[in-house]
């Protein structure tokens, strides 16, 4: 089978099915595991798909956001590594932001013995973290329900009254050109003051992000290091030539 046989196949199945494994596109065109691989990064390349651990997705719609319900439950093991290597970057006495997201909600159970001060956007934070008994101030500004974040010009004047030693924020996608971007551009804005307003910023995002492109730019990939997951040897090297990354299963 020609190459670009073998990729408009691929990209048929993908539109049809969402996600392929290796192993189904091997069974698929009879070709070789390294063949296949190569056709993938080669059509991530074109930015017909993402690439993601054993196998491909189709790129996300731009303005797709899910709710907290429907997130909280996505690559939660994922999510709880990510979570666990951000919280061991934290010394004892850090003032944090913690932004809204099931990412950084993740975060909460391993701050408990960190005697670090929070200031959240996120509602849903809230009472796991008055459970864990960690000082907590909590931003004013218009409650978003879909993911339970204050946005608006009232979160954003309430985050200035405040320096922080490190910011942690949830992204839906970052991109080696495109940056790190999220659907509604008032959590952007939110998020970008946040990152003004901290000595460092780290971004949080599982592996299933990578590549993903949504509608308001948050910041570039050299603004703020990277705290992800199960990144191959040739994606570590493309994001690590841009800014810091983390690795947080390596």
Do not use: W
């Amino acid at each position: 089978m020609l190459t670009t046989e073998r990729h408009s196949l691929i990209l048929e199945q993908l539109t049809k099915y969402k996600n392929l494994t290796i192993k189904d596109i091997i069974e698929l065109t009879y070709a070789s595991e390294s063949t296949i691989r190569r056709d993938l990064t080669e059509l991530e390349a074109q930015d017909k798909l993402v690439r993601i651990h054993g196998g491909a997705t189709l790129p996300k719609r731009k303005l797709q956001e899910f709710s907290i319900k429907e997130k909280s439950t996505k690559n939660l093991h994922e999510k709880v590594q990510i979570a666990q290597y951000a919280v061991s970057l934290l010394n004892k006495g850090d003032c944090i932001f913690l932004d809204a997201g099931t990412t950084t909600m993740q975060m909460i159970p391993f701050l408990k013995d960190k005697e670090v001060v929070v200031v959240t956007n996120g509602l849903t934070h809230v009472e796991a973290l008055m459970n864990y008994g960690i000082p907590t101030y909590v931003t004013g500004g218009y409650i978003k329900t879909k993911t339970g974040a204050l946005i608006g010009a009232q979160t954003i004047q309430s985050i200035s009254n405040y320096r922080f030693d490190k910011s942690f924020l949830g992204v839906n996608g970052f991109h080696k050109q495109f940056g790190y971007t999220t659907p509604d551009p008032e959590e952007a804005s939110t998020k970008r003051q946040a990152s003004a307003y901290a000595l460092e910023t780290f971004m949080l995002a599982d592996q299933t992000k990578r590549n993903n492109v949504s509608f308001a730019k948050i910041a570039d990939i050299s603004d703020a290091a990277l705290i992800t997951c199960h990144l191959s040897e040739e994606a570590y090297k493309i994001f690590s030539d841009l800014t810091t990354v983390k690795v947080a299963n390596q």
